[in-house]
């Protein structure tokens, strides 16, 4: 059993920045690959970002790509979601995943190839 809990989400203005965290529960988080989703109302649950078990390998959606950064501290037990020059269209009930059986070299969109789920922290970004 994964337990997983997102912290850092919050109001902010278009442009701002924002950091999110994801702790992992468990020894072997450095097995994981992990994922950040995000779900906006009305709207079903997009990808946005993956990163390798080592950290050293990482996948963006187009939407994202720039401006968005998904890290990890294996150490910590934690990966992170730099989110910068945000916009409104970014806001949306943000979620961290782990997919315990990770295939080398394959980076993950999918959100049923993810085991767990976070409960999701709110993002808001006013105009």
């Known amino acids: 059993q994964v337990q997983l809990v997102e912290s850092g989400g919050g109001l902010v203005q278009a442009g701002g920045s924002l950091r999110l965290s994801c702790a992992a529960s468990?020894?072997?988080?450095?097995?994981?690959?992990m994922g950040w989703f995000r779900q906006a109302p009305g709207k079903e649950r997009e990808f946005v970002a993956t990163i390798s078990r080592s950290g050293h390998n990482t996948y963006y959606t187009n939407s994202v790509k720039g401006r968005f950064t998904i890290s990890r501290d294996n150490a910590k037990n934690t990966v992170y979601l730099q989110m910068n020059s945000l916009k409104p269209k970014d806001t949306a009930v943000y979620y961290c995943?782990?997919?315990?059986?990770?295939?080398?070299?394959?980076?993950?969109?999918?959100?049923?190839?993810?085991?767990?789920w976070g409960q999701g922290t709110q993002v808001t970004v006013s105009s």
């Open positions: 995943a782990a997919d315990t059986h990770p295939s080398l070299g394959v980076m993950i969109t999918t959100a049923r190839d993810y085991d767990y």
């Open positions: 468990g020894r072997t988080f450095s097995s994981y690959a």
